[in-house]
């Protein structure tokens, strides 16, 4: 028997960072999924493969995750110790991962990878609700990355447009806006934990000013979200461009960024890093009239794709 489960990458179209402080952020699914697959094995093992590599361990010693070797493979293995103990199984495990999500670049593939792990696992014993997924997710996740906020994870699991926020979680945003992005990769790789800490140090260190910036960075979510309900692209685009440059305030863009940044906002309604920075992706908000030209100039310098709303979240096959 095999289980099988996908889950979507995401974009932060607002207040990625923040969001780790407590502030709301705004975020979407995006139509590039991870799909799962697990399958008993008669071997007492847990192996997981991905276009990244491949890693197993004996079921004996599931309980010391700390010896896996590729540290983003631990939320696996950490996923399917908690299946076989809650299920009192004897089985070893096989998890396939295939994805379509560039790793790596903020558009959230080590949450879609979570959930749809949680997923697929346990699925072979008993199908979990998609609340049951998110949390077992994030806490899969958070064994690699303490400070992650749930932003990812939630948004993949709901799919759609969302707020976000550590107080109230995942708030679906009542609208079907057919909003279009193109997702530029700077092909600067980053590790979010280290943005993250990053980040945290900035913060120590510039308390008063954080505080401020977290002030305006409220107002443009506040702003975002009007602007999202009335389909008004034009000061979407605007508060993407003030958003990015608090990012950059933050320390979290680079010159490949800014660049990129520069170049979009000729032609599209606005753009932004999307997720932790430190290079990663940016996001530029276009239609159908501005698109083309967008693309045309972007493409010179990086490599672009489109992307739209998923509004499927987690599904099972
Ligand atoms: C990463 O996609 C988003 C961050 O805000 C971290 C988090 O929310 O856990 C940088």
Avoid: W
């Avoid at 199908?127 to 939630?154: C, H, M, P, W, Y």
């Avoid at 920075?277 to 009239?289: A, E, K, P, R």
């Amino acid at each position: 028997m095999k289980s099988v489960a996908s889950a979507p990458g995401k974009i932060i179209l607002f207040g990625e960072h923040f969001v780790v402080y407590g502030i709301k952020a705004i975020l979407c699914s995006i139509d590039k999924r991870i799909t799962a697959t697990s399958q008993f094995l008669d071997e007492k093992i847990v192996r997981v493969s991905s276009s990244l590599g491949e890693s197993e361990m004996d079921l004996n010693s599931l309980n010391n995750l700390e010896k896996i070797p590729q540290k983003f493979m631990k939320p696996f293995f950490y996923v399917a110790q908690k299946a076989i103990e809650e299920n009192s199984s004897e089985h070893g495990i096989e998890i396939i991962l295939e994805s379509q999500i560039p790793a790596g670049v903020g558009l959230g593939s080590s949450s879609a990878a979570c959930v749809a792990v949680t997923a697929s696992v346990n699925g072979l014993f008993n199908k979990l609700s998609k609340e049951e997924v998110v949390k077992r997710a994030i806490q899969a996740e958070r064994t690699i990355f303490e400070q992650n906020s749930g932003a990812d994870s939630s948004v993949s699991t709901f799919g759609g447009l969302m707020s976000y926020d550590l107080k109230n979680g995942f708030q679906d945003i009542p609208s079907r806006n057919n909003l279009n992005f193109i997702i530029s990769n700077s092909a600067q790789i980053h590790d979010t934990q280290d943005i993250v800490r990053q980040v945290r140090n900035f913060k120590e260190k510039n308390e008063d000013m954080f505080r401020k910036l977290c002030k305006q960075e409220i107002e443009i979510v506040k702003n975002a979200t009007t602007a999202l309900k009335d389909n008004n692209l034009n000061e979407l685009g605007s508060l993407m461009l003030k958003n990015q440059d608090l990012l950059k305030q933050i320390g979290i863009s680079t010159e490949k960024i800014d660049l990129l940044v520069r170049e979009a906002k000729k032609t599209a309604y606005g753009a932004k890093i999307t997720g932790a920075g430190g290079g990663g992706c940016i996001i530029s908000l276009v239609d159908n009239s501005n698109m083309g030209d967008t693309l045309d100039n972007l493409r010179k310098i990086s490599d672009c794709f489109l992307a739209k709303i998923d509004y499927n979240g987690l599904t099972y096959r």
